[in-house]
């Protein structure tokens, strides 16, 4: 219920802000806002459909009863499946949802990396904002000024919030070298790529952050007691272990 609460009042906020920019460029001369929703419809997704929506809609009910300079707007609401692929997301969003004469005042998603991606770029020449829960990757944050200019990310973190703990734990222990064992379709049923993308993260955080740091990475081919006696065994006893799967 927390968490429910917790995304109701981010998209309510959300919502409100969209409001107050919409009435000071345009006067909200239609009466009308339209948000797409793209999101995966796979319940076993992070922020599937059936997670968020219920969200959006009790935002929307709170907004009209609470603020009255909204009212009399109707909020229209598009819901759209990405199945967290980037394919489904761009027709989605070129296809299914963008409209040249009424085109949507913001996108709410894609959440996945991959998916993300192409629809963050796309809307730089529709000139519409795009609100996300997802960008976990460093990516998002080196291109932000560039390729991502009307993302904003609103999630609870992100890849980059992982590296800046993890680097503050390696340098408060002095540790000068690790090893990153990981699965490449880990945690793939919540978002592809999930734990490639996190590892990337990690290796770039750490040759910018701590370049004196040496790292090595392993994709988990096998089972784990064969990697951990072949690649890191006594010769590395003393070294930080960090395993994604």
């Known amino acids: 219920m927390d968490a429910f609460l917790n995304l109701k009042m981010g998209v309510q906020l959300l919502m409100t802000s ?21 999101l995966p419809f796979n319940e076993a997704r992070m922020f599937s459909l059936q997670k968020v929506r219920p969200a959006i809609e009790y935002a929307i009910d709170d907004v009209h009863n609470e603020t009255d300079y909204v ?6 609401v598009t819901y759209k499946d990405t199945n967290c692929k980037a394919p489904d997301g761009m027709k989605a969003a070129v296809m299914d949802v963008y409209d040249y004469d009424r085109p ?7 959440v996945c990396d991959y998916t993300l991606a ?8 529709w000139n519409i904002p795009l609100i996300s829960v997802g960008a976990f990757s460093r990516d998002f944050t080196d291109y932000h000024s560039t390729e991502y200019r009307l993302l904003t990310r609103v999630g609870p973190m992100t890849f980059d919030s992982m590296c800046d703990t993890y680097l503050k734990i390696i340098k408060f222990h002095n ?28 290796h770039f955080a750490t040759t910018d952050q701590a ?35």
């Open 175 to 202: 540790w000068n070298k690790f090893i990153v064992i990981y699965d490449k379709e880990g945690q793939n049923d919540k978002m592809d790529g999930f734990c490639h993308l996190a590892t990337s993260s990690l």
């Open 118 to 125: 192409p629809v963050a770029r796309q809307v730089l020449f």
């Open 104 to 110: 949507p005042n913001v996108f709410f998603g894609p």
């Open 18 to 38: 969209l409001i107050l920019l919409l009435g000071t460029i345009t006067c909200i001369l239609s009466k009308e806002v339209k948000i797409a929703v793209l």
């Open 71 to 76: 009212k009399d707007i109707e909020f229209k």
């Open 211 to 245: 370049p004196n740091v040496s790292q090595d990475y392993f994709k988990i081919l096998g089972d784990y007691s064969d990697i951990l006696r072949k690649e890191v065994g006594l010769n590395y006893a003393v070294i930080d272990v960090f395993i994604l799967s």
